[in-house]
Nanobody, 123 residues
């Protein structure tokens, strides 16, 4: 079992930045590829970014490329999502997830999920 706790969400103006963190506990963090998903009210959960076990490769959905950066620190059992140039359409609850296969953009590949952190971008 892996327990995941997200933090760092909040309210920010358009063009601002936030850094989300996902703290893991339980089993060995470096065994798990990680990802971020988000879900806006009335919409399905969507993939945002993924990273492999050692942090050498990442994958992003097109809408966040060049603005968001996912990273991880295996010594601290933490994954991060640096979000810059935020837009109102980025407003969502953001979830981190731990999976079994690297760089997958489907939620089906992820077994463990955090409770989510709210990100609100005001116009």
């Amino acid at each position: 079992q892996v327990q995941l706790v997200e933090s760092g969400g909040g309210v920010v103006q358009t063009g601002g930045s936030l850094r989300l963190s996902c703290a893991a506990s339980g089993r060995t963090f470096s065994d798990y590829p990680m990802a971020w998903f988000r879900q806006a009210p009335g919409k399905e959960r969507e993939f945002v970014a993924a990273i492999n076990r050692i942090g050498s490769s990442t994958l992003y959905t097109d809408s966040v490329k060049g603005r968001f950066t996912m990273s991880r620190d295996n010594a601290k059992n933490t994954a991060y999502l640096q979000m810059n140039s935020l837009k109102p359409e980025d407003t969502s609850v953001y979830y981190c997830a731990a999976g079994t296969r690297s760089l997958k953009n489907s939620a089906d590949w992820y077994d463990y999920w955090g409770q989510g952190t709210q990100v609100t971008v005001s116009s």
